[in-house]
């Protein structure tokens, strides 16, 4: 089995001392002088509170930037198609720039990479900004800053490790960054809306380059200068060639690629439901403020179930579930073979969404499983898959939907989703290397990456 190790890089250096994994009773300590415990104890470093403080600043950007931006362009060219690839443009670059460019996340220290790409979006959105910037340049710009995002992404999930450690404290960090994520599909649009109402599309967009500048600020005098995982270039290698060669070392570990396809698989068919949401509503008859509630089932369900494993389960407990609950996460939707109203929909979606819970232990298994030096570009793949896969997912329900019923094809997406899964599950267990039946892919890892 080729291992990651095979790149003609420097091996893994031994981990830095500037984590912090555990804060001390100095940092954030209770008033009884006991450590904090939990999501509290994430809080407690202070290097994540700039990164935390960041990622809302440049997300809010984000979220706000696409709904600007989608009726700026409607404003302009009077053009549905338009105005719909405008939000399509949003996740097709991420492909491009997850394995394209991956290799920035690790040949170059990772605050500039944060910094650079911060100000990079906000560059994109000043120019966005400008009157005379014609529709073809809006498109362009909204590529770029979607190409952008997922080495931001990746770079930052790399860094979180050097901030939190490799331990329980990076899971519980990064729980907290995808629960803003999941909270930021309740609440962004509604901010989004409300700026619209009292300001110009255009007003609404220039509001973003600050939120992008702020982060970029958070991070560079928030968050310490590390060096790069990719101290030596060998052979004369770029930037090209060492994006291209970590997705090869990513896919052909049988571990890392195992972990990754569990992360992306299940989020294809999860989004079926959001995706017909609107004809789903109209088939059993249910109006605008009931559409409302169903598209805030899946992402409630998520928060909830991810803050009570964060904060009820130790790690062990976590990563008992991972397995289970991935295999059967999707299987509440097969109820809508009987197409349920509103209150079944309701709790299946809700369901669902818990199933996602599985993501905490699997986020510690792939840092074990991913050597150091590789670390950004897999989690800029893993980053960029996520997103493209889910349009993916999207896209492909749409297309069943032309030719079967919409609610047939929720309870389909459910039912195959469940038996890739299980598939995925059995793969993933085999490639365990504490499993006994699997102890020769234990022992190559051990001689590869010692």
Request: hydrophobic share 50%; net charge positive.
């Amino acid at each position: 089995m080729p291992s990651p190790n095979s790149a003609p890089h420097e091996p893994p250096r031994p981990p830095s001392p500037s984590p912090t994994p555990t804060p001390t009773a100095g940092r954030g300590a209770s008033a009884d002088g006991r450590a904090p415990r939990g999501y509290l104890a994430v809080f407690a470093v202070k290097e994540f509170r700039a990164v935390f403080a960041a990622h809302l600043l440049s997300l809010l950007g984000v979220v706000v930037t696409e709904i600007s931006l989608t009726v700026l362009v409607y404003d302009l060219t009077g053009s549905p198609l338009l105005s719909a690839l405008t939000f399509a443009l949003g996740l097709l670059p991420y492909l491009f720039g997850g394995t394209l460019l991956a290799g920035v996340a690790d040949r170059y220290p990772a605050r500039r990479v944060l910094v650079v790409c911060d100000v990079v979006c906000a560059g994109c959105v000043a120019v966005m900004v400008l009157p005379g910037t014609p529709v073809a340049g809006l498109l362009a710009l909204r590529c770029a800053v979607a190409a952008v995002s997922p080495v931001f992404t990746g770079t930052r999930m790399a860094a979180l490790t050097d901030i939190l450690g490799e331990g329980d404290l990076y899971v519980l960090g990064r729980s907290l960054l995808r629960i803003v994520s999941q909270s930021a599909l309740l609440a962004g649009f509604a901010v989004g809306g409300v700026l619209l109402a009292v300001l110009s599309p255009r007003g609404a967009i220039s509001l973003t380059v600050l939120t992008f500048l702020c982060s970029a600020a958070l991070l560079r005098f928030g968050t310490k200068d590390r060096p790069a995982r990719l101290r030596k270039k060998d052979g004369g290698a770029n930037l090209l060639r060492d994006s291209l060669d970590g997705a090869r070392l990513v896919f052909a570990d049988r571990r890392i690629r195992a972990l990754m396809l569990l992360n992306w698989v299940p989020a294809m068919f999860i989004v079926a439901p959001e995706a017909l949401m609107a004809p789903y509503a109209d088939q059993i008859g249910i109006g605008p403020a009931a559409l409302g509630l169903l598209m805030c089932a899946m992402p409630v369900g998520h928060i909830a179930s991810e803050l009570l494993a964060g904060s009820a389960l130790g790690p062990r407990a976590r990563s008992r579930i991972v397995l289970p609950t991935a295999a059967v996460g999707l299987l509440p939707l097969a109820v809508y073979a009987v197409t349920p109203g509103m209150g079944l929909a309701l709790v299946a979606l809700a369901l669902s969404g818990v199933g996602s819970v599985y993501v905490l232990g699997l986020d510690q298994w792939f840092v074990d499983a991913v050597p150091e030096e590789l670390r950004g570009r897999a989690m800029t793949l893993m980053s960029a898959g996520l997103m493209t896969i889910q349009g993916l997912g999207m896209a492909l329900a749409g297309l069943a939907a032309e030719f079967l019923p919409v609610h047939q094809v929720v309870a389909g997406a459910g039912v195959i989703g469940t038996l890739c899964s299980l598939l995925l599950v059995y793969e993933v267990r085999r490639t365990d290397p504490v499993h006994p039946g699997n102890s020769g892919v234990g022992a190559d890892r051990q001689m590869t990456t010692g």
